[in-house]
């Protein structure tokens, strides 16, 4: 199985460090809003890493974490605790908070197939690693404190930014000491020190003060704990690249002396119609948006499996919707498939070409073209539904599970035909006003075919 390394920029022969077993850790979101379909696409492409990897008959342990503290509104350890300022604003517990969007986070993953991690890690159950950790980095002269918290220094290090391939230079070219406690750009926070007028909800006490710890080494913390000093694969955004894993990578390197992670994967970002996707933008769409306009969770996952994980990809409706098309063709040719019973094995090419695709950095998108050209095929019934079976286990799709008909409620039927008397009296306002009663009562009329299918 070849996967491309962020760390060597190449893509590489994976060899995990203890086979058949592979140590996983997938950096979770902080859960102090709704998760988007950006975040769904990360998590996607790192379902199908597992996926694939399971396939391959290795024994994957996975973590997730799951942030509820110490993340703050800027990367660089400035600005307020993502979790504390929405429990303010909400006027609620932190706790509230956290299971309210964890709750969101955990429903988006079922309907999207993500097979859930083995461990879950919130961060505030794991203070006390932390601690140890920040400790241990003291002892080895990697800290100073400032009178906000207790840094890590990175002047001491000649590759801090070997991840991101930073220009360490020009940062500290461009930096200027004055009037900063920090010694360098790239210093960052191990523990934050309460602010002394401010009752936070949540902090604890440490060797250096009333705090809680920062954001990187969470994950450091808790994915040592669970996976050992040094482990296979660490993923999460490309975003996360020049901060969050460059911090994570040197800090735990600093404290154990080994290789931190041996394969960084990375995906791409999700795009909104070629922008950014943000609240202040109004583009920030949630699977359940998709789902209340009439789309099924495994259009989205079909789209995303059409484009390459480590791309950019660019977010329309106009490909979910052929994506929906795409897919519902698909399962409704799997469906044909059942009960003949001819076989002629005659499947060998067709097995070796969707092996190498997802052997070859995961191409899904060659993958699916693979299927395609399987299902267009003319080899036996029987062949095709036992080599979707086998593929299955990557793609996630619900390719197998029997296509649901729904039958209409009498009243609903009832106002579908008053709908349509409107309609033909051209009164289009009232037959509006119709349909969405239709839509309220979980159904969707199509004026093109006058069917009617569940939201
Ligand atoms: P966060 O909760 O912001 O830390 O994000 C959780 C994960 O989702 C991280 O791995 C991010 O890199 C990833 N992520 C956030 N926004 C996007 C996006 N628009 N496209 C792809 N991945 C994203
Ligand atoms: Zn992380």
Aim: net charge positive.
């Amino acid at each position: 199985m070849k996967l491309y390394n962020t760390l060597s920029r190449k893509i590489e022969e994976f060899k995990p460090i203890n086979p058949p077993e592979v140590g996983m850790y997938i950096c979770g979101p902080t859960v102090y809003d709704y998760s988007h379909i950006g975040h769904s696409r990360t998590y996607v492409n790192s379902d199908v890493l597992i996926r694939v990897l399971r396939w391959l008959n290795f024994q994957v342990k996975s973590v997730m974490n799951i942030t509820d503290v110490g993340h703050l509104t800027s990367n660089a350890d400035e600005g307020e605790d993502k979790m504390e300022k929405k429990a303010k604003t909400e006027s609620k517990s932190i706790l509230d908070i956290a299971k309210f969007y964890s709750a969101d986070f955990w429903q988006m993953e079922r309907k999207l197939n993500i097979i859930r991690p083995d461990i879950v890690t919130p961060a505030t159950e794991y203070i006390q690693e932390m601690t140890e950790l920040v400790k241990k980095l003291e002892q080895k002269g990697f800290t100073y404190q400032t009178k906000d918290g207790v840094y890590f220094d990175t002047g001491k290090l000649k590759d801090y930014g070997k991840l991101a391939r930073l220009d360490i230079k020009g940062l500290r070219e461009g930096w200027r000491v004055e009037k900063r406690e920090k010694k360098n750009p790239t210093d960052f926070a191990l523990w934050k020190f309460s602010k002394k007028d401010e009752k936070r909800q949540m902090e604890w006490s440490s060797p250096w003060g009333i705090g809680f710890p920062g954001w990187h080494i969470e994950c450091s913390a808790m994915s040592m704990k669970h996976l050992g000093e040094s482990f296979d694969i660490h993923t999460g955004g490309v975003d996360h690249i020049p901060v969050h894993h460059t911090n994570e990578i040197v800090q735990s390197e600093a404290a154990t002396g080994k290789q931190f992670v041996k394969y960084w994967f990375h995906s791409g970002f999700l795009m909104v119609e070629d922008e950014k996707m943000s609240k202040s933008l109004g583009n920030f769409i949630r699977l359940q948006d998709l789902i209340d306009q009439g789309y099924e969770p495994m259009s989205l996952r079909y789209l995303f499996l059409t484009s390459h994980y480590r791309t950019t990809m660019n977010f329309t409706y106009v490909a979910l919707k052929a994506s929906q098309e795409a897919y519902r063709k698909l399962k409704s040719i799997v469906a044909g498939w059942q009960g003949d019973k001819s076989r002629a094995n005659k499947t060998s090419n067709l097995v070796f070409k969707f092996r190498e695709a997802v052997e070859n950095d995961l191409n899904l998108p060659q993958a699916l073209a693979v299927v395609w050209e399987m299902a267009k095929s003319n080899i036996p019934s029987m062949d095709k539904l036992e080599l979707i079976t086998d593929w299955e286990q990557i793609l996630g799709l619900d390719l197998l599970k029997p296509i649901q008909l729904i039958k209409v409620p009498e009243e609903v039927k009832k106002l579908i035909k008053n709908r349509e008397a409107l309609r033909k009296k051209e009164m289009w306002a009232e037959a509006d006003a119709m349909r969405k009663e239709i839509e309220k009562k979980g159904f969707k009329v199509s004026d093109m075919k006058l069917d009617t299918v569940r939201l």
